[in-house]
């Protein structure tokens, strides 16, 4: 573990002056790294009843595809705007630099459907705060939201339900 820690890059005052950007592309680009991250995560929802994964774009498309591939699930998009064609949902949120919108599909799940959001780091939760709330108002249940790495002291966790997070590596 202390391995694919390592790997992660910092690189500081991006993309705002004061925020130290953790860049896995470093991680990514190792293919035993990558494959290790992915069969880490895997293995802890092996065995669970998990109908979709949501990937958030765009680092999260990269552990979201890969896990859904492994776990022999659907992956359902959740894109910054105007990139989905079909009718979506919005919500606009804080991040650690800014503010964004997230869109998905308005017809992505089926009423009950067991969904895992992925993505690659939970800074201050303000992404995965608006996810959550687009895949309950869509009529989906959260299973938990699973991260490559979080950083702790942004407290991104406690914004979440109690229980539904997972980070492979704490910062
Ligand atoms: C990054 C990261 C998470 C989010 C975490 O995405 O991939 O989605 O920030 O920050 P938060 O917990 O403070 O909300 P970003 O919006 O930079 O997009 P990218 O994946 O397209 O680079
Ligand atoms: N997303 C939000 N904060 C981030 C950080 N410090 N590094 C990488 N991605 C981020």
Do not use: W
Request: net charge negative; aromatic share 8%; glycine share 8%.
């Amino acid at each position: 573990m202390e391995e694919l820690r390592s790997i992660i890059r910092d690189i500081p005052d991006f993309p705002k002056k004061g925020i130290v950007f953790k860049d896995i592309t470093t991680l990514l680009a190792d293919g035993k790294s990558f494959h290790r991250m992915i069969d880490l995560i895997a293995h802890r929802y092996i065995g669970q009843k998990i109908d979709k994964i949501v990937g958030v774009e765009a680092r999260g498309f990269l552990l979201g595809s890969a896990l859904a591939y492994k776990l022999g699930v659907g992956i359902v998009l959740v894109r910054k705007p105007g990139k989905l064609p079909y009718k979506t949902l919005k919500k606009t949120y804080d991040l650690e630099y800014g503010t964004d919108t997230l869109e998905i599909h308005e017809d992505a799940f089926q009423p009950g459907e067991r969904v895992l959001i992925a993505d690659d780091l939970l800074a201050t939760g303000g992404t995965v705060t608006a996810v959550v709330e687009l895949v309950e108002e869509l009529g989906a249940d959260l299973v938990e939201c699973a991260f490559l790495a979080e950083l702790d002291f942004l407290k991104g966790r406690d914004r979440l339900p109690e229980n539904k997070v997972f980070s492979l590596l704490h910062f």
